[in-house]
């Protein structure tokens, strides 16, 4: 990897300052996974990195609305084996132990989950032209091989896909991103964090640059009873999704009260549409009518080639986890 | 692609193996690199060097992880401990000698991280079903294949309720 320099700061506000004070080429750094692997392979190459390992933001605990606040530092592992996330949130658990390795997820932060880049192989490849890490230069996904690639909301600047299935969990439970910048803090919804490619697929997130990741909270209503996260992909463990499912329900009788379907793999962000959802509430909850739910969540969807598959996947993913989701 | 010259280094002081160890390194040392280059423990292997194969595994604060994509600096005030720091003198790990009974190996270039990997999953006490013992060691590869008997040693670890620590 190239030569950086690093601070470990002590304080969100020092890091903040820091960031936009020293260089414009500043990364924070938590776990490291992702950000130290694309710097090996020179697709990141900051010129220093702040460690906020040492800020207080690595515990979980409860909201006064009765609701969960995950610290940005703490590990996906920690999350995912807590006892309130097991008991309150087991989509969420059942998510984030679905992807990646027992170490991965020992040092992997939930911070830098949501901060994850696209799996895209052209986007690591540096000898290959990739709107995302040298915009302008062109997309070698949309003419290349494309199989693992989006089949929702993608722009003929960029087809990639986000690749957490934590984050696929945190869309159907509404999850709220806290995050502090020059400019004070704010809460930003976990559907308006990640974002479409568009004409800037070199923007991941709508974080301001600067801006610190602090936490995430989750609302009080954790769908215990009725989910699913059903990941599928070409090997049963440590392999990403070609297409994720995170589906819940709240039923009465066989009434649909409420109906959450998030889709990883799909999209360069998790693939949700509540307005969709709120056209289902009060149906019956029958095969038919989650069919009918998955036609209209991939409406417009569309193939480059290889990954045409994914298209029907999709849809019969949607209605597996969802019949998965009213059996428990 | 120009390098930015950063004379800096930093001391820092790292537990490992039940002791403490300073050394002078520059930030963007991975723990991998740390460990053996600088502290010859050579144990610990360096396989994809990406987090993919697991041949770097080590364990922090009785946590597996991979220290390829770990830099040393950030892993001050942490227990580490490699392959080298398992046995007792002269007596193996549990862990170590079921590896042995089992023959859980054939050329043994990723049983260092198999075996810090089993002590982490053992401390995690997790692993009551052979599906989820391979799940939890997925992050292992072995390129010969003795996925067999590697799950045999790690399977009877877990039944026998063997304490992984340190």
């Given at each position: 990897m190239?030569?950086?320099?690093?601070?470990?700061?002590?304080?969100?506000?020092?890091?903040?300052?820091?960031?936009?004070?020293?260089?414009?080429?500043?990364?924070?750094?938590?776990?490291?996974?992702?950000?130290?692997?694309?710097?090996?392979?020179?697709?990141?190459?900051?010129?220093?990195l702040l460690d906020i390992n040492r800020l207080n933001f690595s515990e979980i605990s409860s909201l006064p609305d009765n609701g969960l606040r995950l610290g940005a530092t703490v590990t996906n592992a920690d999350t995912a084996y807590h006892q309130e996330?097991?008991?309150?949130?087991?989509?969420?658990?059942?998510?984030?132990?679905?992807?990646?390795?027992?170490?991965?997820?020992?040092?992997?932060?939930?911070g830098g989950n949501l901060m994850q880049r696209t799996r895209c192989y052209y986007f690591y490849d540096t000898a290959t032209p990739c709107n995302k890490r040298e915009p302008g230069s062109g997309c070698s996904a949309l003419e290349g091989f494309n199989r693992i690639h989006a089949i929702l909301g993608?722009?003929?600047?960029?087809?990639?896909?986000?690749?957490?299935?934590?984050?696929?969990?945190?869309?159907?439970?509404?999850?709220?991103?806290?995050?502090?910048?020059?400019?004070?803090?704010?809460?930003?919804?976990?559907?308006?964090?990640h974002r479409l490619p568009g004409d800037h697929p070199e923007k991941d997130t709508n974080l301001e640059p600067g801006e610190?990741?602090?936490?995430?909270?989750?609302?009080?209503?954790?769908?215990?009873?009725?989910?699913?996260?059903?990941?599928?992909?070409?090997?049963?463990?440590?392999?990403?999704?070609?297409?994720?499912?995170?589906?819940?329900?709240?039923i009465d009788g066989s009434t649909i009260k409420d109906?959450?379907?998030?889709?990883?793999?799909v999209a360069h962000k998790p693939w949700r549409l509540p307005e969709v959802e709120q056209q289902f509430i009060d149906q019956q909850a029958t095969p038919q009518t989650f069919e009918a739910f998955a036609e209209k969540l991939i409406a417009g969807a569309k193939g480059?080639?290889?990954?045409?598959?994914?298209?029907?996947?999709?849809?019969?993913?949607?209605?597996?986890?969802?019949?998965t989701a009213l059996e428990k | 692609m120009e390098y930015k010259n950063y004379?800096?280094?930093?001391?820092?002081?790292?537990?490992?193996?039940?002791?403490?160890?300073?050394?002078?390194?520059?930030?963007?040392?991975?723990?991998?690199?740390?460990l053996r280059e600088y502290f010859q423990l050579t144990g610990t292997k360096k396989g994809c060097d990406h987090g993919q194969c697991g041949a770097c595994t080590v364990l922090v604060d009785g946590k597996a992880i991979n220290s390829c994509l770990s830099l040393a600096m950030m892993?001050?005030?942490?227990?580490?401990?490699?392959?080298?720091?398992?046995?007792?003198?002269?007596?193996?790990?549990?862990?170590?000698?079921?590896?042995?009974?089992?023959?859980?190996?054939?050329?043994?270039?990723?049983?260092?991280?198999?075996?810090?990997?089993?002590?982490?999953?053992?401390?995690?006490?997790?692993?009551?079903?052979?599906?989820?013992?391979?799940?939890?060691?997925?992050?292992?590869?072995?390129?010969?294949?003795?996925?067999?008997?590697?799950?045999?040693?790690?399977?009877?670890?877990v039944q026998k309720e063997v304490s992984g620590t340190p």
């Amino acid at each position: 990897m190239n030569n950086f320099s690093l601070t470990q700061v002590d304080s969100a506000e020092e890091a903040v300052k820091t960031a936009r004070l020293s260089t414009e080429n500043n990364r924070y750094i938590a776990g490291g996974t992702n950000l130290i692997d694309l710097m090996k392979y020179r697709v990141e190459n900051p010129d220093h990195l702040l460690d906020i390992n040492r800020l207080n933001f690595s515990e979980i605990s409860s909201l006064p609305d009765n609701g969960l606040r995950l610290g940005a530092t703490v590990t996906n592992a920690d999350t995912a084996y807590h006892q309130e996330v097991q008991k309150n949130y087991p989509l969420l658990a059942k998510a984030i132990l679905s992807g990646a390795s027992t170490q991965l997820r020992n040092m992997a932060t939930d911070g830098g989950n949501l901060m994850q880049r696209t799996r895209c192989y052209y986007f690591y490849d540096t000898a290959t032209p990739c709107n995302k890490r040298e915009p302008g230069s062109g997309c070698s996904a949309l003419e290349g091989f494309n199989r693992i690639h989006a089949i929702l909301g993608a722009s003929e600047k960029c087809i990639a896909t986000h690749p957490s299935d934590m984050c696929v969990a945190l869309a159907a439970l509404d999850a709220t991103v806290q995050v502090t910048g020059e400019s004070g803090s704010r809460s930003i919804p976990i559907l308006e964090f990640h974002r479409l490619p568009g004409d800037h697929p070199e923007k991941d997130t709508n974080l301001e640059p600067g801006e610190l990741i602090t936490a995430i909270d989750l609302p009080e209503k954790g769908f215990s009873q009725h989910f699913e996260y059903l990941k599928v992909r070409d090997r049963p463990s440590y392999a990403f999704a070609l297409v994720s499912v995170a589906a819940a329900l709240e039923i009465d009788g066989s009434t649909i009260k409420d109906i959450r379907v998030s889709l990883g793999g799909v999209a360069h962000k998790p693939w949700r549409l509540p307005e969709v959802e709120q056209q289902f509430i009060d149906q019956q909850a029958t095969p038919q009518t989650f069919e009918a739910f998955a036609e209209k969540l991939i409406a417009g969807a569309k193939g480059y080639g290889d990954n045409d598959f994914k298209i029907k996947l999709a849809k019969k993913s949607i209605v597996r986890a969802l019949l998965t989701a009213l059996e428990k | 692609m120009e390098y930015k010259n950063y004379p800096e280094t930093h001391e820092i002081e790292l537990q490992l193996n039940g002791t403490s160890q300073k050394l002078t390194i520059s930030p963007w040392t991975t723990l991998l690199d740390a460990l053996r280059e600088y502290f010859q423990l050579t144990g610990t292997k360096k396989g994809c060097d990406h987090g993919q194969c697991g041949a770097c595994t080590v364990l922090v604060d009785g946590k597996a992880i991979n220290s390829c994509l770990s830099l040393a600096m950030m892993q001050q005030g942490k227990k580490i401990t490699t392959v080298e720091g398992l046995a007792q003198g002269e007596n193996l790990h549990p862990v170590q000698q079921a590896f042995i009974e089992h023959d859980a190996f054939q050329c043994g270039y990723c049983t260092p991280g198999q075996i810090c990997s089993t002590v982490g999953l053992l401390n995690m006490k997790k692993g009551n079903t052979p599906e989820e013992i391979r799940d939890l060691m997925s992050g292992n590869i072995c390129r010969c294949g003795a996925y067999a008997n590697i799950f045999k040693a790690v399977e009877e670890m877990v039944q026998k309720e063997v304490s992984g620590t340190p």
